[in-house]
């Protein structure tokens, strides 16, 4: 088996502790599918921490910034980035380089499918996370993700209905 992992494209958001960024960056992304893919519905979009306590619902400030903008999180549960999961996905996007860089070295198999949010649209920018900052730094990180989600989105969707092939994957 070479290139996507399913029929349907995957894509999963990491960032620490799956509590406000990556919740973020899945629901963003999910509110724009209908308008990039007729076939959205096919989609699997999902996210994960790599350092988390699973069964966390979304941050409370999370959900106060995403309700703004008409998105609700308020059903997301935290859980933990496993090789079974990664696996399942055919491109893994962090907020930081840290954590994408720590991923492709245990996971070095998957390396190929995990990048930068930001790399997406042509940058490499960390997506700082506002756990414990004051009200403002969720609005912040809330915007920084949605500019993200908004100028890679067309790649993403391209990238992955395109039936992408990973050059670590055997053939």
């Known amino acids: 088996q070479h290139g996507a992992v399913n029929a349907m494209p995957s894509v999963l958001f990491i960032c620490t502790g799956n509590i406000c960024r990556s919740p973020m960056a899945a629901a963003f992304f999910t509110a724009r599918l209908p308008e990039l893919d007729p076939n959205w519905l096919d989609w699997r979009v999902e996210s994960a921490g790599t350092w988390t306590t699973p069964g966390r619902p979304a941050a409370l400030l999370a959900r106060q910034v995403m309700a703004e903008r008409g998105i609700d999180i308020s059903r997301h549960r935290s859980r933990e980035v496993s090789q079974e999961l990664l696996e399942q996905f055919d491109l893994i996007l962090t907020m930081e380089t840290g954590q994408k860089e720590a991923l492709q070295v245990e996971f070095s198999h998957l390396a190929g499918r995990i990048y930068l949010l930001s790399e997406m649209s042509g940058t490499q920018v960390t997506i700082d996370d506002p756990m414990g900052g004051p009200p403002d730094a969720f609005h912040k990180t809330a915007a ?28």
């Open 144 to 171: 920084q993700i949605e500019r993200y989600i908004r100028r890679g989105q067309e790649y993403i969707v391209r990238r992955l209905r395109s039936g992408p092939s990973y050059p670590s994957d055997p053939a």
